[in-house]
């Protein structure tokens, strides 16, 4: 079998665990969202990519759910002894590694696509993981406070002002010039069923998606959706700030809606979610926390034969 699951960071890399799991002998391809990537002290970093990577190959902060298992962080508190911003994110001593890495084969000419792959060499997590793109297209977010009205990088909101500022709009620059990476339309043509896991339905899926190409590409395939939100809220998480900025309430219902039927074929939804229907989609509820290796493995399992 042939699955193919798009794929933001943490939500996406832990239930890819679980998919992995529930389907060992299946062929798994991996498009991941590189809406997040920053330029950090002339590094190039891929937070989504690396989250996956690290969660499949066992590299991964558990508790945290990005960065590095036993992380120390010398070169940020040398960074901060110069004064030098931001430092406002946090990047431990052996994520540098990979951002140097992978700084130096794009310098070097590589596509990111290529890049990625040669990263994986080292981890081995199992699937096939290609970024979504190998062009750059960043998400920005359109804010207005204190300093005015400007639009300033994801990252900035996200993890700077924890999304506390309204976004005023969520803007993906650079998706109109963008392709996808070489092996992305070729992998969900050849897949017998699509994921969507439970990743941001706004700033990962919904960047994912807004790649000229990846749509129009899944909407002859078999594809199905688990709900990142769960009785009206995100499990955890700042989904309902992005899903505000695009005027889309935030259920289950609503996320539905988003993605469309013309998109899903099937959606699964938490027991409380029982009753959230749209015509031409098949609606499943079931038990949608991914509490550990065996729940999430289930909710996989589950998607799989609702695909089926
Ligand atoms: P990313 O979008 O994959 O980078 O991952 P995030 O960690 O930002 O999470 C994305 C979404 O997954 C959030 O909206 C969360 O509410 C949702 N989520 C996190 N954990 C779970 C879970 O155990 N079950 C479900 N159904 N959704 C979850
Ligand atoms: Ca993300």
């Known amino acids: 079998m042939r699955i193919v699951s798009l794929a933001g960071g943490i939500g996406g890399a832990r239930f890819l665990r679980g998919l992995r799991a529930a389907a060992p002998d299946a062929e798994i391809t991996v498009i991941g969202n590189t809406g997040d990537d920053i330029t950090l002290f002339g590094l190039r970093v891929c937070p989504d990519l690396d989250t996956v990577m690290y969660t499949l190959g066992g590299g991964i902060d558990e508790e945290q759910g990005w960065g590095r298992a036993g992380e120390t962080h010398a070169v940020k508190a040398e960074l901060a002894e110069y004064g030098v911003e931001p430092q406002w994110f946090g990047l431990g001593d052996k994520d540098i590694a990979t951002h140097i890495v992978r700084t130096q084969m794009l310098g070097a000419g590589y596509p990111l696509s290529a890049v990625t792959e040669a990263l994986c060499a080292r981890w081995r997590p199992g699937v096939r993981l290609i970024p979504m793109t190998d062009d750059r297209a960043e998400t920005h977010v359109v804010i207005d406070d204190a300093d005015g009205r400007r639009a300033i990088h994801f990252q900035e909101w996200w993890v700077r002002l924890r999304a506390s500022v309204p976004a005023e709009q969520i803007i993906l620059v650079g998706a109109d010039?963008?392709?996808?990476?070489?092996?992305?339309?070729?992998?969900?043509?050849?897949?017998?069923?699509?994921?969507?896991?439970?990743?941001?339905?706004?700033?990962?899926?919904?960047?994912?998606?807004?790649?000229?190409?990846?749509?129009?590409?899944?909407?002859?395939?078999?594809?199905?959706?688990?709900?990142?939100?769960?009785?009206?809220?995100?499990?955890?998480?700042?989904?309902?700030?992005?899903?505000?900025?695009?005027?889309?309430?935030?259920?289950?219902?609503?996320?539905?809606?988003?993605?469309?039927?013309?998109?899903?074929?099937?959606?699964?939804?938490?027991?409380?979610?029982?009753?959230?229907?749209?015509?031409?989609?098949?609606?499943?509820?079931?038990?949608?926390?991914?509490?550990?290796?065996?729940?999430?493995?289930?909710?996989?399992?589950?998607?799989?034969e609702l695909a089926r």
């Open 177 to 304: 010039d963008a392709k996808p990476a070489p092996g992305v339309v070729e992998a969900i043509g050849e897949a017998d069923v699509v994921l969507l896991p439970p990743s941001n339905p706004v700033v990962s899926i919904g960047t994912i998606l807004q790649i000229p190409g990846i749509r129009e590409a899944l909407l002859d395939k078999i594809v199905v959706g688990v709900s990142p939100i769960i009785g009206g809220a995100p499990v955890r998480g700042m989904a309902d700030a992005c899903l505000t900025a695009i005027g889309v309430e935030t259920s289950a219902q609503a996320v539905l809606e988003l993605y469309g039927a013309d998109l899903l074929d099937g959606w699964l939804v938490a027991e409380e979610d029982r009753g959230v229907a749209l015509d031409g989609v098949r609606v499943q509820a079931g038990p949608l926390l991914m509490t550990d290796l065996a729940a999430t493995a289930a909710i996989a399992r589950a998607a799989l």
